[in-house]
């Protein structure tokens, strides 16, 4: 059974980086692994995704040019980095990851319904 654990939210400032990390471990098997947050009285949005391979990448308009995705497969573990932080990312932040044997391995899903295993999140607040 594939386990998820998101780690490295915390409180920063207007303007500073994040790292977030989401472990994976309890499977052999290739996942894609897609990015999530919700902020509190909304609903959870995608913020981006990666392939199982590393080589196929997406990233939401929304925070395109801010949010860098990126996997290491020899530790098992996908990151999230975050630049130029604003107010408005605050939110607790979930990795989710899609069977390859599924998506392919050049490809992520985007959608909340394709992942089938969840971390439980990460809080990230952005306040001065």
């Known amino acids: 059974q594939l386990q998820l654990v998101e780690s490295g939210g915390g409180l920063v400032q207007p303007g500073g980086s994040l790292e977030l990390s989401c472990a994976a471990s309890g499977t052999e098997d290739f996942y894609a692994i897609g990015w999530f947050r919700q902020a509190p009285g909304k609903e959870r949005e995608g913020v981006g995704c990666?392939?199982?391979?590393?080589?196929?990448?997406n990233v939401a308009d929304s925070v395109k040019g801010r949010f860098t995705i990126t996997r290491d497969n020899a530790e098992n573990t996908a990151y999230l980095q975050i630049k130029s932080l604003k107010p408005e990312d605050t939110a607790v932040y979930y990795c989710?990851?899609?069977?390859?044997?599924?998506?392919?391995?050049?490809?992520?899903?985007?959608?909340?319904?394709?992942?089938?295993?969840w971390g439980r999140g990460t809080q990230v607040t952005v306040s001065s």
């Open positions: 989710a990851a899609a069977n390859e044997y599924y998506t392919g391995a050049t490809y992520c899903p985007q959608g909340i319904s394709q992942y089938d295993y």
């Open positions: 990666i392939s199982s391979r590393g080589d196929g990448i």
